[in-house]
């Protein structure tokens, strides 16, 4: 959750790094803060309560100068936001900044506190710092080892880089289940918890894995496994564009993604739908094909908007190939003993492949007795890529706006097309070739709905000044009213709720009133009919009501129709998550939310 940069180089490191963090500030932070080691061996540390641009500010006052540095976004977890509780932290001559929790902090604490320690913050981190510290000058030991005889003891999800006064050319960067990057350059090379920081300086990276130790010079580089033995990482080159991460005329980037969904999806879809209307993973080679043969059951755990895109799927695995499938939330499914069904496969999903509960689930289901696993996700290289027995990547492109946008559709869409794929090993041809055939008009039918920006306006112009709003779907759409409504309690602050249009009158018929909108997700199938019964239980009871429909046949007092084009059923999940991100967008608009970097959220969720 929070942002690592680090550099060792020949010129200047500041601008790296200050440059850097700004790119990572979509990730959701509270304050910044960065340490060097200059000419004179000394180490200069400059933080703040608040946004990268009032650190840049400090750093242009100071006019410092340094070839090695490390810098950091803190989204706080241990201790309030506060200066003395913001990265970096200093012992001595360490300078640590980490992401992640060490679970046994309080422990650690006490024991250097007997040892004469004095804390300055409420921080794990500068527990780290301390215990470095205190191991380095026991036998006078190189920082690696160190560092080796630290991590032993600490207990939790984390990443660290670490540089030292005493050896002001190397710092040392290390992985426990929190991602870290290296950047190679020339004569310089970088660290980072994510490539987009480092984008402007390389394209070349290497992707650290689970316990590795890496040294890095501005020459040389050695990475330790945790049997310190000396090991090779694959180096892997960017294709992404630097100006895929800029907003390129669009006021926040959750409006550039909304738009960029149509393409998006095009990629998602390009080499996977073939002409004669069947589906072709390049992934999935015999052996994992077998292992789709061969299920029965499937069970798919995520967290928020990919828990909700789980919702959908489970409705097309059993209407579609008559499947059973199971949908948890990540972090209750490693909370209990699940009964598990002969030949389940699991899967997971996420945008980043780090989110922590996602993880755990994933490393918690390996001890059960499932037929294999498989994860969707937009990242390659990630853990949960590198860790699961398959992978289909979205390709979504990099998403910024902490409310995933074009990261929900296109799950859906790859979920949709392993549903196909499912169908095709299962002989059920003509549902393959349905599902390829309504996928390949699926961005056109995104363009075409988002060409009614400027109604759905209007519709936010009403809604934005309330303090509760009713999203209501039936069938796959229920899963869509809740996605509805967390993106507008995310990114407005508004409470929001989504429920099954069924279960009005089991309760949240009580919440209605005329100051309460209830938003319809209504289009005409085969459930059109149930779904004007429970509009007009809302009518009855003077609730103001807007509906999302493509058939404008319903009528009532306080009712307002949004007209939207004409949808195949089957992909109307993914077509109708578009016009509620857009109502979602213009609210908080009106709201002068800060809308790519909501409060207290953070885009990738590294900690349980």
């Known amino acids: 959750m929070c942002g690592i940069v680090a550099s060792v180089t020949q010129r200047n490191v500041i601008n790296i790094l200050v440059k850097g963090i700004k790119k990572l500030e979509y990730r959701g932070y509270d304050s910044a803060g960065l340490a060097i080691i200059n000419d004179q061996k000394n180490i200069m540390r400059i933080r703040c309560v608040g946004k990268v641009n009032e650190l840049i500010k400090k750093v242009k006052e100071k006019n410092i100068f340094g070839n090695i540095g490390v810098a950091h976004t803190r989204w706080a977890t241990h201790g309030k936001i506060s200066k ?118 390389t394209k070349r990276f290497i992707y650290l894995e689970e316990d590795d130790i890496a040294i890095i010079k501005n020459r040389e580089i050695n990475i330790f496994n945790k049997r310190n033995t000396i090991i090779h990482r694959k180096e892997m080159y960017s294709n992404i564009q630097y100006n895929t991460v800029e907003k390129t005329g669009y006021r926040h980037y959750m409006e550039k993604e909304i738009y960029e969904q149509p ?9 996977r739908l073939q002409e004669n209307n069947t589906v072709y993973f390049s992934e999935l080679e015999k052996k994992e094909k077998k292992l789709l043969k061969n299920l029965e059951n499937i069970q798919i755990v995520g967290c928020g908007t990919s828990y909700n895109a789980a919702m959908v799927a489970k409705y097309w695995f059993e209407s579609l190939v008559n499947i059973p499938c199971h949908v ?41 007795n499932y037929l294999g696993n498989l994860t969707i996700c937009n990242m390659e290289g990630s853990s949960l890529v590198k860790e699961s027995d398959l992978c289909l990547l979205t390709k979504s492109g990099i998403e910024i706006g902490v409310a995933s946008t074009k990261s929900f559709t296109t799950q859906l869409t ?150 939207l084009p004409y949808v195949e059923e089957l992909i109307a999940p993914i077509f109708y998550t578009i016009p509620l991100q857009l109502l979602a967008y213009h609210v908080a608009l009106n709201k002068n939310r800060n809308i790519d970097q909501p409060r207290n959220l953070a885009k990738s969720v590294t900690v349980e």
Not at 263 to 271: C, F, G, M, Q, V
Not at 331 to 356: C, D, H, W
């Open 263 to 271: 393409e998006s999806i095009r990629n998602t879809l390009k080499y």
């Open 328 to 368: 948890e939330i990540a972090s209750e499914f490693t909370s209990r003993k699940p009964a598990i069904s002969k030949n389940t496969v699991l899967i997971t999903l996420s945008q980043s492949g780090e989110t922590a509960d996602t993880l755990l689930a994933l490393r918690y289901a390996k001890k059960l």
């Open 414 to 563: 790859v979920l949709l097309m392993l549903v196909a794929q499912i169908a095709q090993i299962k002989k059920k041809t003509h549902i393959e070739k349905k599902i390829v055939q309504n996928l390949y008009m699926l961005p056109i039918r995104i363009e075409n709905v988002l060409k009614k920006d400027q109604s759905i306006k209007i519709i936010a112009d009403q809604i934005c000044d309330k303090n509760n709003v009713l999203f209501v779907g039936k069938g796959e759409l229920y899963p869509i009213a809740i996605e509805g409504a967390l993106k507008l309690k995310e990114i407005s602050y508004i409470h929001a709720e989504g429920y099954p249009a069924g279960e009005l009158k089991h309760g949240p018929l009580a919440l209605i009133d005329q100051n309460t909108p209830v938003i319809v997700i209504a289009p005409k199938n085969a459930l059109w009919l149930k779904i004007q019964k429970n509009i007009h239980e809302i009518a009855l009871r003077d609730g103001l009501i807007y509906i999302f429909s493509n058939y404008n046949d319903y009528h009532e007092n306080n009712t307002f129709f949004i007209k």
């Open 84 to 201: 003395e509780n913001t990265h970096p932290h200093i012992s001595s001559n360490i300078v640590v900044v980490h992401n992640g929790i060490i679970e046994n902090s309080s422990q650690l604490r006490n024991f250097l506190i007997k040892k004469g320690y004095i804390f300055y913050s409420e921080t794990d981190t500068e527990v780290i710092a301390h215990l470095l510290h205190w191991e380095q000058n026991k036998k006078k030991e190189h920082l690696k080892t160190a560092i080796q005889k630290t991590i032993k003891q600490l207990y939790g999800n984390y990443s660290m880089v670490v540089i030292d006064q005493r050896s002001p050319s190397e710092l040392i960067a290390v992985r426990s289940s929190s991602p870290l990057v290296i950047g190679l350059g020339s004569e310089e090379n970088f660290v980072a918890s994510d490539q987009i920081a480092l984008l402007d300086v």
